[in-house]
Antibody, heavy 117, light 112 residues
Framework: EVQLVESGGDLVRPGRSLRLSCTGS????????MSWARQAPGKGLEWVGFIRKETYGGTAEYAASVEGRFFISRDDSESIAYLQMNGLKIEDTAVYYCRRGDAGDYWGQGTLVTVAS | DIVMTQTPLSSPVTLGQPASISCRSSQSLVHSDGNTYLSWLQQRPGQPPRLLIYKISNHFPGVPDRFSGSGRGTDFTLTISRVEAEDVGVYYCMQATHVPYTFGQGTKLEIK
């Protein structure tokens, strides 16, 4: 059974950094791109970005709203994808979802990031 | 960026009756590889989204047959043949043809 478990969500002050983790199981992690999406409270879904699998260069793509501040990485030996979030803004407050694949077939349960002073 | 426009934004339906949701993209979603990466997702209240349909009309495993997808180019439709109580929630279309990928604004399905 495919499972994705996010962790690392927290309450942080504007301008600070936070790293989210996504641990995958039930599939060969290195065979898939991994992606992130977010959902602000009471709002719709927003694509954040994805990282390609290593055989496709392991490069990442990002939404304009996070480019230059957020960075996605992966550790295939541990089956973990990371979302490093720097320079957090109040508008980054959201539930962050990890997804398998660039288009996202399986989704995790999400982890809440609250940015507030 | 590709803009995904869903209609209606809210859809009250009667149990057992059909429902359909439209999604229109601001540009063609046909990829250079010939595929059209248009998906439909369902988000039940308090739950994470889940994939229903991918590449316009393909069922994700475990998705009931009453859900179907159709369309081409820039116009797509999700149809529920007979709405059941468990179908209540918000439905999103999403395109994964052009980076940045984008979601529709969501359509809330509720029972009359």
């Amino acid at each position: 059974e495919v499972q994705l478990v996010e962790s690392g969500g927290d309450l942080v002050r504007p301008g600070r950094s936070l790293r989210l983790s996504c641990t995958g199981s039930g599939f060969t992690f290195g065979d898939y791109a991994m992606s992130w999406a977010r959902q602000a409270p009471g709002k719709g879904l927003e694509w954040v970005g994805f990282i390609r699998k290593e055989t496709y260069g392991g490069t990442a793509e990002y939404a304009a709203s996070v480019e230059g501040r957020f960075f996605i990485s992966r550790d295939d030996s541990e089956s973990i994808a990371y979302l490093q979030m720097n320079g957090l803004k109040i508008e980054d407050t959201a539930v962050y979802y990890c997804r398998r694949g660039d288009a996202g077939d399986y989704w995790g349960q999400g982890t809440l990031v609250t940015v507030a002073s | 960026d590709i803009v995904m426009t869903q209609t209606p934004l809210s859809s009250p339906v009667t149990l057992g009756q059909p429902a359909s949701i439209s999604c229109r993209s601001s540009q063609s979603l046909v990829h250079s590889d010939g595929n059209t990466y248009l998906s439909w997702l369902q988000q039940r209240p308090g739950q994470p989204p889940r994939l229903l349909i991918y590449k316009i009309s393909n069922h994700f495993p475990g998705v009931p047959d009453r859900f179907s997808g159709s369309g081409r180019g820039t116009d797509f439709t999700l149809t529920i043949s007979r709405v059941e109580a468990e179908d209540v929630g918000v439905y999103y279309c999403m395109q994964a043809t052009h980076v940045p990928y984008t979601f529709g604004q969501g359509t809330k399905l509720e029972i009359k």
